[in-house]
């Protein structure tokens, strides 16, 4: 029997291996989610668990600093990104609908 993919959203990781599979420190991470720039989910105690897509996030955030934008520019770019991925979703499902 094959086993069943793993959801990508799903939090495994806590912020100690998460902060090391990115290459950022533990304070960074903290960071981020003060200023929103991610939600980890939480454990029924609180603890956060990162996704693979919240490393992903993580990374790309890594990027966009590395580039030389600040927290509020980086804010800004995912901001536009989730806008532009929203409006791209309903031009393709408008033109599927044609």
Known sequence: MGRAPLDPDRGLFGITV???LVGMGVQN???????????PQRTEGGTRRYSSTDLDRLRHIGELLG???NLAGVARVLELEAANAV???????????R
Do not use: N, Q
């Not at 991470?29 to 939600?39: I, M, V």
């Open 18 to 20: 998460a902060a090391e």
């Open 29 to 39: 991470l903290r960071l981020y989610e003060r200023r929103g720039l991610l939600e």
């Open 67 to 69: 580039l030389g934008l």
């Open 87 to 97: 409006l791209r979703s309903e031009l393709s499902r408008r033109r599927r609908s």
